[in-house]
C-alpha cells in the first residue's frame, strides 16, 4: 500500500529502511480513501493533490480525525479463560473531552494513536476490528523496541527537555542529540502516516494533530494529499529561538510543522517564540491581517493560533456531584479543619519541571519566617507518577522525599506534620476533594506547556450546595480561592487575579504564600469571582470549537488554489498558487517577442536584476550587455525602475546610450542617456528631512546593522544587515513615528523589503508605466508586447497599472502583456520566476532573439 516514492521519504528524512507494515486495520473497514489515489505514479509527479473517488465520500458526515500519541482508550486485560482484551473511555482524556466542544451532531469523530499496552502481533487484526467498531479508534502498533527509542528516548529525552529550556551542556543535563533515536521517531510518524491513510477522506476530513510527539507528521500527510486539511496543536511549550537553534535538526522540525494549515499554541510568548525561529532560519515573516496571524510559505498561508485548553466543566461538576466526594471532603474536614489546620494544596507530576523541591523549600522558610504557622498550617503535596523515567525522575523522587523528612523532623509535633506528601495514585474524585478544602493552590513550575490544575480548583472552589453544606457554608455566600502560580506556565496569563512568583525565588514563593494566607475575604471573594467566569466560559469545548473554527476558515482556499509538492525528505513542502498565477516559460514569451513589433520593457533592478543579498550592486557587464542588446532593437523602448538615487544609476549605466531610467522610484526619468531628466511632480521642497534625519539617527544608533540611505527627493532607514526581529520590530516603531512627525508633510511614509522609506507624495512605480504607456502611443507605437518585472511592494504599482491599462488604448486589444513577479508568493502579476538567476536567464533568452531580429 505505501508507494515507492513515499518509502523513499522515510529513507531520506531518517537513513534507515522503511518498516514493514504492521498491524493494518482489517479490509472490513469501510474504506474512504479509493486505491486510484495512492499509486505511486500519482505520488511521483509532482502533479496537483491526491484526489478521491466523489462516490466513495458520498453520503458521508463530516469528519474530523484526531491524531496523538495515544489514543483516549482505557485497556485491560481479561483475567477469566477467555482471555484478550477489554477497552472502555478514558473521560480524562483530553482528545475525548474536545468532542463534547462540537455542538453539530454531523459531525464524526475518528481517533488515531497508540494503545497504553503492548498487543501481540497475532492481536492486532482483532484488537482493530473492535476498537473500529466500537469507538471508531484506529490502533497505531509500534514495536516496543521501536516505541521505547521514539517515546522515552527522542520525545522525553531530548525534545521535550529541550522544549522546557534544558540545554544538553552535560550528558547527564538533557539528553544528547542521537540520531538512531531520530530515525526511531521519523519511523514511528511514518506509521501514524500510514494508519492514518487507511481511514482518511483526504478531500473532505479534517485531521488534528496534538503535541510534540508528532511534529513531522504533517510533512508525510501533505506528501501524500497536497490539500489535506492539516491543524496542529503543541501542549508544551516552544522555546526561544536561542534555545531551538541547538537542535540540530531544527529546520526540519520548522519546515514539517509548516505543513499543516493551522498551527495552535497556548500563549502568545511559545508563538513568538516559533514566529522567531521561522524568521531567523527559514527568512519567513509574518503579518496580522484582521486579528489573525498568517505566515506565507511558498504561496500557502499558515495560520497561527493562540488559544489555552480549558477543562471539562461538565465532567468536574459530575465529579463534585457525587457521594464519594463528599465523603471525602467531610474526612479532610475532620482531618484539617476541625483541627483548625489551614490546608495548602500542590499537585504535580514527579518530574524535574514541576518544581516540587522548590515548593517545599518555600514551605519550610515560611515556617521559618511566621513561627506562629507551625502547628496551623499544612502542605498537601499530591505527587502523581512521571510520564517519563531515566537517572532525573529517580533523583527527584530521592531530593521530594529527604526535603519532606526535614521539614518534618524540622517543625513537626505529635499529630501534626507540615508536609504531608501523597506518591499514591489518586481517584480524580479524592484530588477533587483536596481541590474543595484547600484554602490556596500552589503551582509552582519551573516550566509548563499549560497545566490545568489551578482551572481544576477554581471550579472545585465553586462548589455545589452539597458541598457547601459539608463546608458548613451558606450556599448564598460568595465562594473564594486563592492562587499561588509560577511565571513560567501557560496558564498563567489566563489567571490575572492570581498571586504570580519566581519558583526559583524561595523567599518570594514563601511571602506569596503568607499573602494568599492573610489576604482579606473580600479580596479572595473578588478573585475567585474573576477567575471563575473566565474558565467556565472558556472552557475545553470553547476551546476546541475555536480550533476547528480556525481550521476551517484557513482550508476554504484549498480548492481554489493549484498546488504541487517539491524538495526531498522532511524538506518537502507544497507550492499552492492563484489558478490564473504561473511560471513564465521561456518558449512562451520568445514566442510572443517574435511574433509583436512594438515592445515596452519595464525592470527593477534590487532583487530583480541584483540578487538582494549580493554585496556589490553594480550591474554585472553580463547585464548590461543584455540591456543593450535590448535596446538596439529600435521596436523596444526598455526601462529600469529603481528606487536608487539618479548619480548612482548614471554612473552604473552609462554606457546603455538608450536604456531609460526611473530613479527614485519614479520621481526623476530619464528617455535615454542624451536626454535631459524630468520629474512626474513639480518639485518639492525637502526641509521634512531636517525633521526625518534626527528620528532615523536615532533608531540607527539603537540598531546595530542598521544604516540610513539619503537621496536627493527621499530617504530610507535599512536593516538588511540587523536582527531579523529586533529590526523588524524597530522598523514597525520607526514607521509610526516617522508617521506621526511627518503628518502635515507632503510625503509617503511606507516599509519596504528590509526597510522604512519616505518620499514624496504621488510618487510611484505605477507612474513610470503609465508614462511609458503613454509615451509609446504619442509616438504612434502602441506596445502590443509588455514585460514588466519586479520583486517587491513597490513593483506592485507597475503591475497594477498595466493590468488596468489592458482596455485602453494605451495598450493594443491583442498585445502580449506578461507582467511578473520574483518568487512565488501573492501578487497583482500573472506570471512568476523563482529567482535574479532565471530572470537574467530569460532576459539573455530574449536579447539572443533581438539580436538575431536586427537587420545587418
Known amino acids: 500500500m505505501v508507494s515507492r516514492s513515499y518509502s523513499n521519504l522515510l529513507e531520506l528524512a531518517s537513513g534507515e529502511a522503511p518498516l514493514p507494515n504492521i ?152 539528553g544528547r542529540f542521537n540520531r538512531p533515536m531520530w530515525q526511531a521517531y521519523v519511523s514511528v510518524n511514518k506509521i501514524f502516516a500510514d494508519r492514518i491513510m487507511e481511514v482518511i477522506n483526504p478531500e473532505d476530513d479534517f485531521v488534528w494533530i496534538h503535541d510534540y510527539h508528532l511534529m513531522v507528521l504533517p510533512t508525510f500527510l501533505r506528501k501524500r494529499f497536497n490539500r489535506v486539511k492539516l491543524g496542529f496543536f503543541l501542549h508544551s511549550p ?74 471539562h466543566m461538565g465532567q468536574l461538576q459530575s465529579v463534585l456531584n457525587l457521594p464519594e466526594t463528599e465523603a471525602k471532603v467531610v474526612e479532610l474536614i475532620s482531618q484539617f479543619s476541625a483541627r483548625g489546620r489551614t490546608m495548602l494544596l500542590g499537585v504535580d507530576d514527579m518530574d524535574i519541571f514541576k518544581g516540587i523541591s522548590l515548593k517545599l523549600l518555600a514551605m519550610e522558610q515560611l515556617l521559618l519566617q511566621h513561627p506562629e504557622k507551625q502547628g496551623k498550617v499544612v502542605l498537601v503535596q499530591i505527587a502523581n507518577p512521571a510520564r ?53 493552590c500552589l503551582v509552582t513550575a519551573v516550566r509548563d506547556g499549560m497545566n490545568l490544575i489551578p482551572y481544576e480548583y477554581i471550579i472545585s472552589r465553586q462548589g455545589n450546595e452539597k458541598l457547601d453544606k459539608a463546608l458548613g457554608i451558606e450556599s448564598s455566600l460568595v465562594k473564594k480561592s486563592m492562587l499561588v502560580l509560577s511565571e513560567f506556565i501557560g496558564c498563567s496569563p489566563s489567571l490575572s487575579g492570581a498571586i504570580r512568583v519566581n519558583p526559583w525565588n524561595i523567599d518570594g514563593v514563601a ?73 513564465l516559460a521561456m518558449e512562451h514569451i520568445v514566442s510572443a517577442y517574435r511574433r509583436t513589433t512594438n515592445r515596452a520593457i519595464l525592470l527593477d533592478y534590487d532583487g530583480t536584476l541584483m540578487p538582494q543579498n549580493s554585496i556589490d550592486k553594480k550591474p554585472t557587464s553580463r547585464t548590461v550587455e543584455i540591456l543593450n542588446s535590448l535596446c538596439r532593437d529600435k521596436n523596444n523602448i526598455v526601462f529600469t525602475v529603481s528606487a536608487r538615487s539618479r548619480a548612482t544609476l548614471t554612473e552604473w549605466f552609462s554606457s546603455c546610450e538608450k536604456l531609460g531610467i526611473a530613479a527614485e522610484h519614479g520621481y526623476f526619468l530619464r528617455l535615454n542617456r542624451d536626454e535631459e531628466w524630468e520629474t512626474f511632480v513639480p518639485i518639492v521642497d525637502c526641509k521634512w528631512k531636517q525633521v526625518t534625519e534626527p528620528v532615523m539617527k536615532l533608531y540607527t544608533e539603537t540598531t546595530d546593522g542598521s544604516v540610513i540611505e539619503i537621496k536627493e527627493t527621499t530617504m530610507g532607514w535599512c536593516y538588511e544587515d540587523a536582527d531579523p526581529d529586533f529590526g523588524s520590530c524597530q522598523a514597525k516603531e520607526l514607521l509610526n513615528h516617522l508617521e506621526s512627525v511627518l503628518a502635515n508633510e507632503p510625503v509617503t511614509v511606507r516599509s519596504g523589503q528590509n526597510c522604512v522609506e519616505v518620499k514624496p507624495q504621488g510618487v510611484s512605480k505605477g507612474l513610470v508605466a503609465k508614462r511609458l504607456l503613454s509615451m509609446m502611443q504619442e509616438k504612434g507605437m502602441v506596445p502590443d508586447f509588455v514585460l514588466c518585472i519586479g520583486d517587491d511592494r513597490s513593483d506592485e504599482d507597475m503591475f497594477e497599472m498595466i493590468t488596468s491599462s489592458l482596455n485602453g488604448p494605451s495598450i493594443a486589444p491583442s498585445a502580449e502583456v506578461f507582467a511578473c513577479t520574483v518568487g512565488r508568493k501573492p501578487s497583482k502579476a500573472k506570471y512568476y520566476l523563482d529567482d535574479t538567476v532565471e530572470i537574467i536567464k530569460l532576459m539573455q533568452g530574449l536579447a539572443s532573439v533581438a539580436e538575431q531580429m536586427i537587420p545587418s
Not at 35 to 62: H, K, N
Not at 275 to 285: D, N
Not at 403 to 420: H, L, M, Q, S
Open 23 to 174: 498491524g493494518r486495520i482489517s479490509r472490513r473497514i469501510p474504506r474512504i480513501m479509493t486505491v486510484a489515489g495512492i499509486l505511486s505514479d500519482i505520488d511521483d509527479d509532482g502533479s496537483e493533490s491526491v484526489g478521491s473517488d466523489p462516490s466513495s465520500s458520498s453520503g458521508q458526515r463530516d469528519r474530523i480525525i484526531i491524531v496523538a500519541n495515544q489514543l483516549p482508550i482505557k485497556v485491560h486485560r481479561r483475567l477469566d479463560s477467555s482471555k484478550g482484551w477489554t477497552f472502555s473511555w478514558d473521560l480524562n482524556s483530553i482528545l475525548l473531552q474536545l468532542k463534547d466542544g462540537s455542538r453539530d451532531e454531523e459531525l464524526e469523530y475518528i481517533y488515531v494513536g497508540c494503545l497504553k499496552e503492548d498487543i501481540h502481533l497475532s492481536d492486532h487484526e482483532e484488537v482493530s476490528q473492535i476498537l473500529w467498531d466500537t469507538f471508531k479508534c484506529v490502533p497505531t502498533f509500534v514495536p516496543p523496541e521501536l516505541f521505547n527509542r521514539y517515546y522515552h528516548g527522542f520525545c522525553k529525552q531530548q525534545l521535550w527537555p529541550l522544549f522546557h529550556y534544558m540545554l544538553p551542556l552535560l550528558p547527564d543535563l538533557g
Open 238 to 311: 516552544f522555546p526561544s529561538s536561542e534555545i531551538y537553534r541547538t537542535l540540530p535538526i531544527r529546520e526540519e522540525l520548522l519546515r514539517a510543522l509548516l505543513n499543516s494549515d493551522l498551527i495552535g499554541f497556548h500563549t502568545f510568548d511559545y508563538a513568538r517564540h516559533f514566529l522567531s525561529c521561522c524568521s531567523r532560519m527559514l527568512g519567513l515573516s509574518y503579518e496580522s491581517k484582521r486579528g489573525y496571524i498568517g505566515l506565507e510559505y511558498y504561496g500557502r498561508t499558515v495560520s497561527i493560533k493562540i488559544l489555552p485548553v480549558g477543562i
Open 388 to 440: 517519563g523515567k531515566g537517572k532525573d525522575v529517580q533523583e527527584v523522587q530521592d531530593e521530594t522525599f529527604a526535603t519532606v523528612k526535614r521539614i518534618n523532623e524540622t517543625f513537626g509535633a505529635p499529630g501534626y506534620d507540615p508536609v504531608i506528601l501523597i506518591d499514591q495514585p489518586l481517584k480524580f474524585y479524592e484530588r477533587v476533594a483536596y481541590y474543595v478544602v484547600a484554602e490556596c
Open 511 to 583: 511571602e506569596a504564600m503568607e499573602s494568599a494566607l492573610v489576604m482579606a475575604e473580600a479580596e479572595k471573594q473578588l478573585r475567585h469571582e474573576k477567575h471563575y467566569r473566565y474558565v467556565s466560559t472558556h472552557d475545553v469545548a470553547y476551546w476546541a470549537r475555536s480550533f476547528l473554527h480556525d481550521l476551517e476558515r484557513t482550508c476554504k482556499d484549498h480548492a481554489r488554489c493549484r498546488s504541487w509538492g517539491i524538495g526531498f525528505g522532511l524538506s518537502f513542502r507544497v507550492v499552492a498558487l492563484d489558478p490564473n498565477f504561473r511560471k
